[in-house]
């Protein structure tokens, strides 16, 4: 293997930049992937989008963007000295200390060196007589790799609204995952939010607290529940700090790689007193626990489901002065946790506040958006600010904004049109050499993401230790192992409640034309996807044709 890149001349007149591995995005995948496969003695080149590293990170700066994990379950795991120099100050890590960590981890580990910022791919193309992927750049620069590696990330392209006259708005109007990189005022001016999603109520909560009016349009009420945030004493970073095998180990051993584990027993085998005071208690623990710490079956058994669904609406309905908001607060076509549960401080409270306004947008759909405002069917609402917290073309769609073009010129784009078919959700058949870190049907996607995002890296790693060690060029997936691994993840979401309710989970937010509605994720848990992906590895890569 040769550290180096090389200079191509067969490529084309000009000569072109040669890596053993092409990575694409410098997220918390990227990142990690890089500096793996650099240890191994490969040549590798990252282009990233955005002008630093950090993926969601970088991007999503808008007020009250924060995590929704355990601020030490989120960093990376592989640094035991850096485990113990950092500090989070707070149980959930607000947006700008984790990008000041990732940008800390990509200095301690020089990983700039090898990134390209401000350079977006647009083209990626596999040359079946050399085995090698080409990649060009939106300005033009062209490179060549063996090993394709997209860390794109799963909720990296955002999607506006297809609503009329978007464009004619001559206030500001802010995408909260393309946020500036300077504050936006809101002191005292007239703001409209529209999305109520994990990303929207983070962001209402905040814009509340200064706006002179805020009007929220919601098209799905979700069932948010307390995030618990608190700064970390002393004595909890000197615990924390002492404990990080066992916070890793409970992560490694949980469903989705989180703190919080789902209780074995079934919500209609216990009493309802029990079963209220446990939904109280985990109403009150912080994160996750009410969504993925509660009774074992609350996302398969729809009797179960509808009984924690109504003690979150009796929640909300506790918490909301007003019954008419609190009515459209509570969600009615959906049951809890089939959809991502945003989690919220004070969300609920806000609007019992007279400067702010819900619009239910079931009631009273947005006709346009005008030079001033938002028309909706009943009313034009004036406002200097509208706030976009719309989502994303959830986990494909950061792949569809790169022309990827496999064996015989196939289209990735063409090959998921009628949803993800992959093997593992790390390759594709068509695709060869090509590996999709957190791809669709990938457990990392329904994850504490960089508990999971680990596992594919140093698994990707490996794959490429053992090609280098026995001389393959070359690796692609059965079409039966692909095939077997799309079954296997639509029998396992299909044992769930999850296909009920319209999600990212599912591709569905309606703002992507021809978008099919299939889910993008894998509910198998964290733990059995890495032992299948050991065990595939252990008996040399079954599943795969290694040339
Ligand atoms: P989202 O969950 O897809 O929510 C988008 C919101 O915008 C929804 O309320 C949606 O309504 C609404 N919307 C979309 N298009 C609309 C339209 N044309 N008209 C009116 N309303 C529209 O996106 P998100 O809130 O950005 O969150 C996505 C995911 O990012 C989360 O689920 C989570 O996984 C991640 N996230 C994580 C954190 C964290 O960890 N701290 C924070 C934020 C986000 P419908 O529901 O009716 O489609």
């Not at 919500?267 to 993925?292: C, H, I, N, Q």
């Not at 089939?338 to 079931?362: F, G, K």
Request: charged letters at 25%.
């Amino acid at each position: 293997m040769n550290s180096e890149p090389q200079k191509s001349p067969a490529h084309g007149s000009a000569s072109v930049d040669r890596y053993d591995a092409i990575i694409i995005g410098a997220g918390m995948a990227g990142m990690y992937q890089l500096f793996r496969l650099r240890e191994l003695g490969l040549s590798v080149r990252v282009f990233e989008t955005g002008g630093g590293v950090g993926g969601t990170w970088f991007w999503n700066r808008y007020p009250g963007a924060r995590f929704d994990s355990e601020s030490y379950s989120y960093g990376y795991s592989f640094d035991e000295k850096l485990l113990q120099e950092w500090n989070w100050t707070e149980h959930f890590s607000p947006q700008p200390e984790t990008l000041r960590y990732l940008e800390l981890v990509a200095d301690r580990l020089e990983l700039c060196k090898d990134i390209e910022f401000n350079s977006r791919i647009t083209t990626a193309v596999f040359d079946e007589n050399e085995s090698v992927w080409e990649v060009t750049t939106e300005s033009g620069r062209r490179a060549l790799a063996r090993l394709l590696i997209s860390a794109v990330g799963i909720l990296s392209a955002p999607t506006w609204p297809r609503i009329d006259g978007i464009n004619s708005f001559k206030g500001e109007a802010y995408h909260t995952a393309r946020w500036p990189h300077d504050p936006v005022d809101f002191t005292g001016k007239r703001v409209g939010v529209i999305g109520t999603g994990a990303t929207g109520v983070q962001v209402i909560q905040e814009i509340a607290k200064t706006a002179g009016h805020l009007t929220v349009f919601q098209r799905t009420p979700d069932y948010c529940t307390p995030l618990g945030n608190r700064p970390i004493d002393d004595e909890t970073q000197r615990r924390i700090k002492a404990s990080y095998p066992e916070i890793f180990a409970k992560c490694r051993g949980s469903f989705g790689g989180f703190l919080h584990e789902s209780d074995a027993r079934s919500t209609l085998e216990v009493s309802e007193e029990e079963r209220e005071a446990f939904w109280e208690k985990l109403y009150r623990d912080p994160g996750f626990a009410m969504w993925l710490g509660n009774f074992s079956d609350i996302l398969f058994n729809k009797e179960a489901n509808d009984l924690v669904s109504e003690f979150v609406r009796k929640k909300i309905r506790e918490r909301v002065r007003d019954p008419e908001t609190a009515k459209k607060l509570c969600p009615q076509n959906h049951g809890f946790g089939t959809r991502r549960v945003p989690q919220e401080t004070a969300y609920y409270e806000v609007y019992n506040q007279d400067h702010v306004d819900l619009v239910d947008l079931r009631e009273t759909p947005i006709e346009r958006i005008t030079a001033t405002g938002i028309q909706t069917s009943r009313a034009e609402h004036e406002f200097d600010i509208i706030v976009y917290a719309t989502g994303f073309d959830a986990v494909t769609g950061a792949f569809d904004r790169i022309d990827i073009r496999g064996r015989g010129g196939l289209k990735l784009k063409d090959k998921w049109a009628d949803g993800p078919r992959t093997y593992l959700g790390l390759q594709g058949v068509g695709f060869p050499n090509f590996l999709t870190l957190v791809g669709p049907h990938n457990a990392a996607v329904f994850c504490n993401i960089p508990r999971c995002i680990e596992q594919n890296v140093e698994w990707v790693t490996d794959l490429a230790r053992y090609m280098h060690e026995n001389g393959y060029t070359r690796i692609e997936p059965t079409l039966a192992a692909e095939d077997a691994w799309t079954q296997h993840v639509y029998e396992m979401v299909n044992m769930t409640l999850l296909p009920t309710a319209d999600s990212w989970f599912m591709g569905a937010n309606g703002n992507v034309p021809n978008k099919k509605r299939t889910f993008l994720a894998y509910l198998g848990g964290a733990p059995a996807y890495r032992a299948r992906c050991d065990e595939i590895a252990a008996k040399g890569y079954e599943g795969f044709v290694l040339e």
